[in-house]
């Protein structure tokens, strides 16, 4: 029987939880980091081998940082019937949409911290990661939710979504900046695709209906497949107003995770963010999922993509944008659906898992910076937190979890992400190897 890669080396679950104090740091932390950063992935049980890395059992790693000091270090499993072995569907067919296993994004709002699995409900957590419980906003939530919510910068509603493979295919969500829902919609004409993210703009909600479809013969766990007979769309629907959407044929693909998406000023909307070809995600699949042929690294070749929608036209144009192997983007969120000079992401060059670090991408004159981590040495997500009285946009900090594979050990990077080039401002030391993990967020005090 083959290792799976997504436990092994630097993906191999730990087997316990631990908590330490008073973390070794060099360098400065800035001491507007004031708050708690929060990382979400898939670390199953001992013994358990889940036939998909999206399978395992969610753990949340999390730091403590407050006046220039590294408080605290925990990491606790997300306790769902999930965790135990509670299956998904009954016995009678129904689903338990509680038996979630809560490993994919991590988020905080109207008071409340949220583990998210887009399949099953969230799961809250208090401050020092305690499972509270299944959340359903007061009872007005009935379906799964997204694990990619997004909040907008100005009102700080919170736009997220269903989806399933069957009808209805997609349904509309938007809760107050206090976590009351307030909307909650059936979107026609959406199909039974993957829809792990999607985007918003000043005045729309941006939906991606692409390659990857409901396909009961996958095996995995995961019941979706590549389809070339599916017809790849992205979706622009009017914030306000009914719900109707405006479908724009574009060429085969896939997009897991959006960087940002806007609107121009001649009201095209711009749409951007690391794009599979057929290739990329079989590729990639073959790593989730452990099979022979599995590429080094979880990510098989997707790059940055852009996708400019034309309500005058009606039609779509694509760009590559970069040849560089990439995923997991960020930006600064005081951005998010306006237009955005800087995004960064985690590079994969040549798909291999040596020499990978951060990029940085300047939409404004296609150049791109990279912050390489050294050999071995695996960074996560890079996580926009501003600094105090930021005046311009990269005007901040990245937060990244490095695990150093040689060594058997973690560090959180804090780099400045005006110069990320430049060696880090700070760096904590953390008492045991994290292993490879999906989504976080920084919750300020």
């Known amino acids: 029987m083959l290792s799976k890669p997504y436990l092994t080396g630097h993906?191999?679950?730990?087997?316990?939880?631990?908590?330490?104090?008073?973390?070794?740091?060099?360098?400065?932390?800035?001491?507007?980091?004031?708050?708690?950063?929060?990382?979400?992935?898939?670390?199953?049980?001992?013994?358990?081998?889940?036939?998909?890395?999206?399978?395992?059992?969610?753990?949340?790693?999390?730091?403590?940082?407050?006046?220039?000091?590294?408080?605290?270090?925990?990491?606790?499993?997300?306790?769902?019937?999930?965790?135990?072995?509670?299956?998904?569907?009954?016995a009678d067919g129904s689903m338990d949409l509680t038996a979630s296993v809560a490993g994919t994004h991590i988020i905080e709002h109207g008071g409340r911290i949220l583990a998210l699995q887009e399949a099953n409900l969230p799961f809250e957590l208090d401050g020092e990661?305690?499972?509270?419980?299944?959340?359903?906003?007061?009872?007005?939530?009935?379906?799964?939710?997204?694990?990619?919510?997004?909040?907008?910068?100005?009102?700080?509603?919170?736009?997220?979504?269903?989806?399933?493979?069957v009808a209805p295919h997609l349904i509309y969500y938007v809760a107050t900046p206090d976590g009351t829902i307030v909307r909650s919609e059936v979107v026609d004409g959406a199909g039974p695709s993957l829809m792990h993210?999607?985007?918003?703009?000043?005045?729309?909600v941006v939906w991606l209906d692409m390659s990857v479809a409901f396909d009961p013969r996958e095996t995995s766990g995961i019941p979706y497949r590549w389809s070339d007979d599916y017809c790849p769309r992205i979706g622009v629907m009017p914030r306000s107003g009914a719900p109707t959407v405006t479908w724009y044929d574009v060429e085969p693909g896939a997009v897991l995770h959006v960087s940002n998406a806007h609107e121009d000023s001649a009201g095209r909307v711009i749409v951007e963010g690391p794009r599979f070809d057929r290739s990329a995600w079989e590729t990639?699949?073959?790593?989730?999922?452990?099979?022979?042929?599995?590429?080094?690294?979880?990510?098989?070749?997707?790059?940055?993509?852009?996708?400019?929608?034309?309500?005058?036209?009606?039609?779509?144009?694509?760009?590559?944008?970069?040849?560089?192997?990439?995923?997991?983007?960020?930006?600064?969120?005081?951005?998010?659906?306006?237009?955005?000079?800087?995004?960064?992401?985690?590079?994969?060059?040549?798909?291999?898992?040596?020499?990978?670090?951060?990029?940085?991408?300047?939409?404004?004159?296609?150049?791109?910076?990279?912050?390489?981590?050294?050999?071995?040495?695996?960074?996560?997500?890079?996580?926009?937190?501003?600094?105090?009285?930021?005046?311009?946009?990269?005007?901040?900090?990245?937060?990244?979890?490095?695990?150093?594979?040689?060594?058997a050990r973690s560090e959180l990077l804090i780099l400045d992400a005006r110069t990320i080039e430049a060696a880090p401002i700070a760096v904590v030391e953390l008492p045991r190897r994290v292993p490879g993990g999906i989504h976080g967020s920084w919750i300020a005090d």
């Not at 950063?37 to 049980?45: A, C, D, I, V």
């Not at 997204?146 to 997220?160: M, N, Q, R, W, Y």
């Not at 993210?197 to 729309?204: E, K, P, R, S, V």
């Open 284 to 407: 990639s699949w073959k790593w989730w999922i452990g099979a022979p042929g599995y590429p080094v690294s979880q990510n098989g070749g997707a790059v940055q993509h852009r996708y400019v929608l034309d309500p005058a036209t009606g039609r779509a144009v694509e760009m590559g944008m970069d040849d560089l192997i990439t995923d997991f983007p960020t930006i600064n969120e005081d951005y998010l659906g306006r237009r955005n000079r800087y995004s960064y992401a985690v590079a994969f060059p040549g798909s291999s898992l040596e020499g990978i670090g951060i990029i940085k991408y300047d939409n404004d004159t296609g150049a791109r910076a990279f912050a390489p981590t050294g050999a071995g040495r695996i960074p996560g997500e890079a996580v926009f937190v501003p600094s105090a009285g930021a005046t311009t946009e990269d005007d901040g900090y990245l937060l990244t979890l490095v695990g150093d594979a040689t060594h």
């Open 129 to 165: 990661l305690n499972t509270v419980g299944p959340y359903d906003f007061g009872g007005k939530l009935t379906t799964a939710m997204t694990a990619h919510p997004k909040v907008d910068p100005i009102s700080g509603e919170l736009h997220f979504f269903a989806y399933s493979p």
């Open 197 to 204: 993210d999607f985007a918003i703009t000043a005045n729309y």
């Open 11 to 90: 993906y191999e679950p730990v087997p316990d939880e631990v908590t330490a104090h008073d973390l070794t740091v060099r360098g400065t932390i800035p001491p507007e980091l004031s708050g708690r950063y929060f990382r979400n992935g898939h670390n199953p049980k001992p013994g358990d081998v889940p036939t998909h890395w999206f399978k395992g059992a969610g753990m949340i790693h999390g730091l403590r940082l407050r006046d220039g000091r590294a408080e605290w270090y925990r990491n606790r499993w997300v306790r769902t019937p999930a965790l135990d072995g509670a299956p998904m569907f009954r």
